[in-house]
């Protein structure tokens, strides 16, 4: 099993829509994050947590929020999905562990 | 602040030859430094870390960096490209918080490795 699982792995939704985008970990880290990957841009931080009861803000934190349900459990949501947050979505623990990612269309 | 540049976003080697990939780091305290590579579909893995041990720091699959101090770089290296070398590549500073700071990310490098 991979020590991150993100889902989906592959999403096509429309404006205005809510979505959320799940990860699950293995490796029993308490710190987990969510980043964003744009081409050219590298990969920003959107929100992190040190633990079920701690979570933060990073660099891009407008239009997402995130839900800590667990250690092993971290998801984000787009409230009402807008077309520039198309790409491609990484959750980690500790900075070692990335899922495979979500790559996440918005029409 | 802590911050990270990336030299080239675009590097295209033939097999065998040296890879060169170039980052400099701003910071205003003692960096940790890494360099990770990302396959097509895939997410990020760690290549290598310098935590402020030795200047030279050895990686998974043949790759190497060296931190220079007076220059603030951390340039990645291999001998030899290899088909399969073929990625994107990001450098990455430790924010604020030392050891325990958020990662910051430079805009990565694409390497080509031609026949």
């Known amino acids: 099993d991979a020590d991150v699982t993100q889902t989906p792995r592959n999403r096509i939704t429309k404006t205005g829509k809510r979505i959320m985008l799940e990860c699950s970990q293995t490796?029993?880290?308490?710190?987990m994050y969510w980043y964003r990957q744009d081409p050219g841009l590298g990969l920003r931080l959107i929100y992190y947590s040190f633990d079920v009861k701690d979570i933060n803000k990073g660099e891009i934190s407008d239009g997402y929020s995130v839900s800590r349900q667990a250690q092993a459990k971290f998801s984000l949501s787009l409230e009402s999905a807008i077309p520039n947050q198309t790409a491609l979505y990484f959750c980690?623990?500790?900075?070692?562990?990335f899922g495979d990612g979500t790559r996440l269309s918005i029409l | 602040a802590q911050s990270v540049t990336q030299l080239g976003s675009h590097v295209s080697v033939s097999e065998g030859a040296l890879v060169l990939l170039r980052c400099n780091y701003s910071?205003?305290?003692?960096?940790?430094l890494f360099w990770y590579v990302q396959y097509p579909n895939q997410g990020l893995q760690l290549l290598l870390k310098?935590?402020?041990?030795?200047?030279l720091v050895k990686g998974i699959n043949g790759f190497e960096a060296e931190f220079k101090k007076s220059e603030t770089s951390f340039h990645l290296t291999k001998p030899s490209a290899h088909m399969s070398d073929a990625a994107e590549y990001f450098c990455a500073v430790r924010g604020s918080g030392g050891s325990q700071g958020n990662l910051i990310f430079g805009k990565g490098t694409k390497l080509s490795v031609k026949p």
């Open positions: 910071s205003s305290v003692p960096p940790y």
């Open positions: 490796k029993g880290h308490d710190r």
């Open positions: 310098y935590t402020s041990a030795a200047t």
């Open positions: 980690a623990t500790e900075p070692q562990h």
